[in-house]
């Protein structure tokens, strides 16, 4: 696939929210925001979210891949703060991370550019000489595998 042709199939794309709600039978039940007569249910959330795509895109006919679900569950005020809280500091952590990666290359980049040895800038810095190198030979931060 082109890059045309993927950024014409990604502009095609619509997305949805999908409200989850747990019943007392433990199902989800889950609807579309937008257009609510767009519902159905399944035993995970994961299932539910599976079957609303599918309803979607029979209602709406389209692709089920030109469909993007934004979940959003309704949960008690207490249990939905927790989950958002968690959301939170997951995000800043992941900002945390990214700021420290930078820093640590500038922080390496600055003493080897003094002449010091990747293996003592590696000490100083309370990494390995073989991350230092990585550190020091990508022009951005490394991504992670997802998984």
Do not use: C, F
Not at 5 to 31: F, I, M, N, P, Q
Not at 42 to 54: C, N, P, S
């Amino acid at each position: 696939m082109t890059s045309d042709t993927h950024s014409e199939r990604t502009k095609d794309v619509k997305t949805y929210t999908a409200r989850l709600e747990r019943e007392k039978d433990g199902r989800w039940t889950v609807e579309l925001e937008e257009e609510p007569r767009v519902h159905t249910w399944g035993k995970t959330v994961d299932q539910a979210l599976t079957r609303i795509r599918e309803a979607a895109a029979l209602w709406l006919n389209t692709d089920e891949d030109q469909i993007d679900l934004v979940p959003v569950p309704v949960l008690p005020k207490t249990t939905g703060r927790t989950v958002e809280a968690a959301r939170a500091a997951r995000d800043q952590a992941r900002d945390a991370d990214r700021l420290a990666v930078e820093q640590t290359r500038k922080a390496a980049a600055a003493l080897t550019g003094r002449g010091i040895s990747m293996r003592d800038a590696a000490a100083i810095l309370g990494i390995s000489h073989q991350r230092v190198h990585q550190l020091l030979t990508t022009d951005t931060a490394p991504r992670r595998k997802a998984g």
